[in-house]
């Protein structure tokens, strides 16, 4: 069965880095998007793409971060100069553009700022 | 606004039924949804019901969706063991795509 997937699962960084999160989604699926869980907090949106252009973003998606389809399987989220708040786990999800809005999941990158 | 609640906890024995509850604010849904996730792994979508459904069987889950009170729920029939996660419902927008999740509810199954 098609799943979505994510590298690297544990990402450790220094504040102020630039980090790449990258997933890989359903081959046949256009609509990608970027989510994020704060440990103890709600899953929370942070951007949709489709298209090779972002068609939804949340306030959390400010310029520090950014979205790429560098190639026909990868997309990737740059987060350019880490902030502790950023430490979370990150997940990708894909879906069909049928209207039902099905998003299937990545397992997810935990991402740890010191 | 957009909030999404569900109580955190239930605790129920195997070879029961669990319902785990879920209310919203806002009613311009089209579709909402159960997202199971266990734990170390990501979100696993079980199921969804369209707006203008009151009821949607699927195995051992049932959906039922109150439009008037805005609520929503997930009824697992004959639970295991294995069901025990932390299930999340969520909702979108009418014609947007961004997913809004409740906070979730952990689902403990007793032998």
């Known amino acids: 069965e098609p799943e979505v997937t994510q590298t690297p699962s544990h990402q450790v960084t220094q504040m102020g880095q630039e980090v790449i999160l990258r997933c890989v989604p359903i081959?046949?699926?256009?609509?990608f998007y970027w989510y994020r869980q704060i440990l103890g907090q709600k899953v929370e949106f942070l951007v949709s793409?489709?298209?090779?252009?972002?068609?939804?973003k949340s306030e959390i998606f400010d310029d520090q971060f950014s979205v790429e389809r560098p190639d026909g399987s990868n997309f990737t989220l740059k987060i350019r100069s880490t902030k502790l708040e950023d430490s979370a786990m990150y997940f990708c999800?894909?879906?069909?553009?049928?209207?039902?809005?099905?998003?299937?999941f990545g397992p997810g990158t935990r991402l740890t700022v010191l | 606004g957009e909030d999404v609640e569900q109580s955190l906890f239930l605790s129920v024995r195997e070879g029961d039924s669990s319902v785990i509850n879920c209310t919203y604010t806002d009613s311009s849904s089209t579709y909402l949804y159960w997202y199971k996730q266990e734990p170390g792994a990501g979100l696993q979508l079980l199921t969804y019901i369209f707006s203008n459904m009151d009821m949607k069987q699927d195995q051992r889950l049932t959906v039922l969706l109150n439009k008037k009170d805005k609520h929503l729920s997930l009824r697992i029939a004959d639970t295991q063991t294995g069901d025990s996660a932390i299930y999340f419902c969520?909702?979108?927008?009418?014609?947007?795509?961004?997913?809004?999740f409740g906070s979730g509810t952990r689902l403990q199954v007793q032998p």
């Open positions: 081959s046949n699926h256009l609509y």
């Open positions: 999800a894909s879906s069909e553009t049928s209207g039902t809005n099905e998003q299937f």
């Open positions: 969520a909702r979108a927008d009418t014609g947007r795509r961004a997913l809004t």
């Open positions: 793409f489709y298209n090779n252009e972002i068609s939804e």
